[in-house]
């Protein structure tokens, strides 16, 4: 059996794809794609084999791209993707996720839709919007944007959504009520004593351990966390790191306690590298402890950003790990982060990384 490997990259313009066979030595890159509309996040549905897009701006509109042949064409639809008459329209599709025969997208201003139907159109769930602290929320740097969505791999009723910055946010019932899940996570941007609310945290990536459906884990932009019961709880385990500031967070395929960051220098101070130096930092023992993996990556002049959604694991052994920078590099590391190398360079900003793992 032959394994191919695709990294699925949202850029600025348009979405690229670069493959591989299970080796990982060789990469080829495809693209652009979805005729350089600004991509925010690929992603594949491993149940039918799909590519999805996610894109869109206030000259564009809002847009769900699809390929059904591995990315070599690509439609798109808009149908359903609207809030009603007189409220504020949908600016883009920044996030989408695919499970129980369902796809969900997540947009600006911050919103959940939902497809029965491939993406072909779209239904709004507006449990969402009657959350009682809806009024409340406040736009985050970017925007009041969804861009984080978590499925439960085993009850189709239950969702996390994260949303900057108004925190995260569950739903039990598919959907129709929502509670938030934030307590134990800072908003240093508040008054002196309101700095832990129970919304309005600017969370930046939200991602759920494999095969440990209660173990979530955040790059917040007042630090990182680890929650054990689902989100009701949030732990920092931001110690030992060398900032308590990042976008994106990816898990390890198999293990719920490795975790890769890429903490940046700072909200004010750039966002870029720490002491320009670039890094994925990794833990083994759920956040107790972080280490450096630095090995082939730039070590002088490294002043570039990694956006929210653009770090990710693949499922081979050992794990492939990937980002995307916003000055167009990817770089690249078959041995959870020991070694890297960089497989492409000149894209343009890229704003998602994801992979897709066939076997034939």
Same mark, same amino acid.
């Given at each position: 059996m032959t394994e191919t490997v695709q990294v699925l990259?949202?850029?600025?313009?348009?979405?690229?794809?670069?493959?591989?066979? %299970?080796?990982?030595?060789?990469?080829?890159?495809?693209g652009p794609y979805c005729e350089t509309w600004p991509i925010n996040h690929v992603i594949a549905d491993p149940a039918t084999g799909a590519l999805?897009?996610?894109?869109?701006?206030?000259?564009?509109?809002?847009?769900?791209?699809?390929?059904?042949?591995? %990315?070599?064409?690509?439609?798109?639809?808009?149908?359903?993707l609207a809030y009603a008459a007189g409220e504020a329209?949908?600016?883009s599709v920044w996030s989408l996720a695919a499970g129980h025969g369902r796809l969900y997208a997540g947009v600006e201003p911050a919103g959940l839709f939902v497809s029965d139907d491939n993406g072909e159109s779209w239904t709004h769930v507006e449990g969402l919007q009657r959350t009682p602290s809806r009024p409340e929320w406040n736009a985050g740097g970017?925007?009041?944007?969804?861009?984080?969505?978590?499925?439960?791999?085993?009850?189709?009723?239950q969702i996390w959504v994260g949303i900057s910055a108004a925190g995260v946010f569950?739903?039990?019932?598919?959907?129709?009520?929502?509670?938030?899940?934030?307590?134990?996570?800072?908003?240093?941007?508040?008054?002196?004593?309101q700095t832990y609310p129970e919304?309005?945290?600017?969370?930046?990536?939200?991602?759920?351990?494999?095969?440990?459906? %209660?173990?979530?884990? !955040? !790059?917040?932009?007042?630090?990182?966390?680890?929650?054990d019961d689902g989100g009701r709880s949030w732990a920092s385990v931001e110690r030992g790191l060398p900032s308590s500031f990042g976008f994106p967070a990816a898990v390890h395929p198999r293990d719920p306690e490795r975790l890769f960051?890429?903490?940046?220098? %700072?909200?004010?101070?750039?966002?870029?590298?720490?002491?320009?130096?670039?890094?994925?930092?990794r833990t083994e023992d759920g956040g107790r402890a972080w280490t450096a993996a630095r090995e082939g990556l730039p070590q002088r002049n490294a002043f570039f950003n990694v956006l929210r959604q653009a770090l990710a694991t693949d499922r081979l052994a050992p794990a492939g790990v990937y980002f995307g920078t916003g000055s167009g590099?990817?770089?690249?590391?078959?041995?959870?982060?020991?070694?890297?190398?960089?497989?492409?360079?000149?894209?343009?900003?890229?704003?998602?990384?994801e992979t897709f793992v066939t076997t034939g």
């Open positions: 990259l949202g850029t600025k313009k348009g979405a690229f794809i670069l493959e591989s066979d %299970g080796s990982r030595a060789v990469w080829d890159l495809r999805y897009g996610a894109g869109g701006n206030a000259w564009f509109g809002p847009a769900v791209w699809r390929s059904t042949d591995g %990315g070599t064409t690509w439609t798109h639809s808009s149908r359903g329209p949908v600016a970017a925007g009041l944007i969804l861009h984080s969505l978590v499925l439960h791999p085993d009850d189709p009723k569950h739903t039990a019932d598919g959907g129709e009520t929502w509670e938030p899940r934030n307590r134990g996570t800072r908003a240093d941007f508040m008054p002196e004593g919304h309005g945290q600017c969370v930046h990536c939200l991602v759920m351990a494999p095969g440990k459906p %209660g173990r979530l884990y !955040q !790059q917040n932009h007042c630090g990182m966390y680890r929650s960051l890429v903490p940046l220098n %700072g909200d004010t101070a750039g966002r870029y590298m720490p002491d320009a130096q670039a890094a994925v930092w590099e990817v770089y690249a590391s078959r041995d959870e982060g020991g070694a890297w190398t960089r497989i492409a360079e000149h894209l343009p900003t890229i704003s998602s990384v």
